[in-house]
């Protein structure tokens, strides 16, 4: 079945440090791959998205590359901010499907 | 536009009442799912509604019921509760249609069973 694996946490950076979160994924066929994230106290809202092989999705200065050939769609970003605290889960949608596939989160804690 | 909000807030029950959780969506989006949150286990969707009047079962569909009431709203219903279904319940909905496949969720439940 689909699966999709994500580094543990919490990740605990100070401000303007880089950001990578790893995410792998199973599945079968071409899904798409999704980045989440859950402010404390909130439901989760989508951060970014990717269709297909090689494509990247970006938002709000994070940016993730579809990566086929190592089912991977790793999460980055250049300079933190304390703002970006948050849990922060990837997904994956089969192609046509109805069902979202989550990894388990990852909490990210900026400080100062 | 409000999104999908969901009532109520917080919920404390007792072991074996009953209760139901209420969502709605004003975005006259076709799909809507329920997911429990649960620490180490991210989400997990409970049931979804592709369509008004059709309803199909998720990963952990086992103590709850659903209805899909008309387009715009998803009641889950918990007929017995128990201490494991203590957890966070989200509702999203979907425009199942066309090429975009981001879910909206709402702010969430947090029920505890005693």
């Known amino acids: 079945g689909n699966s999709v694996t994500q580094m543990e946490g919490p990740v605990t950076l100070s401000e303007e440090a880089f950001l990578t979160i790893n995410c792998t994924y199973t599945?079968?066929?071409?899904?798409?791959l999704f980045w989440y994230v859950q402010y404390p106290g909130e439901g989760l809202q989508l951060l970014l998205k990717?269709?297909?092989?090689?494509d990247k999705g970006s938002n709000k200065g994070f940016e993730a590359t579809y990566r086929k050939e190592t089912t991977s769609f790793h999460l980055e970003k250049g300079s933190v901010q304390v703002s970006d605290s948050a849990v922060y889960f990837c997904?994956?949608?089969?192609?046509?499907?109805?069902?979202?596939?989550f990894g388990t989160g990852t909490q990210l804690k900026v400080e100062l | 536009n409000a999104g999908v909000t969901q009532t109520p807030k917080f919920q404390v029950l007792k072991t074996g009442q009953s209760m139901t959780l209420q969502c709605a969506q004003d975005?006259?989006?076709?799909?809507m799912y329920w997911y429990r949150q649960d620490p180490g286990m991210g989400l997990r969707l409970i049931y979804y509604?592709?369509?008004?009047?059709?309803?199909d079962k998720g990963e952990v569909p086992n103590g709850y019921n659903v209805s899909r009431l008309n387009k715009r709203e998803f009641s889950l219903r918990l007929e017995s509760a128990a201490p494991s279904q203590t957890s966070v319940y989200f509702c999203?909905?979907?425009?199942?249609?066309?090429?975009?496949?981001?879910?909206?969720f709402g702010p969430g439940t947090r029920l505890t069973v005693t």
């Open positions: 999203a909905s979907r425009e199942a249609s066309g090429s975009s496949y981001e879910q909206y």
């Open positions: 599945a079968t066929g071409y899904p798409s």
């Open positions: 990717a269709t297909k092989a090689d």
């Open positions: 997904a994956l949608l089969r192609g046509g499907g109805n069902k979202l596939t």
């Open positions: 975005m006259n989006h076709n799909s």
């Open positions: 509604s592709a369509s008004e009047g059709t309803t």
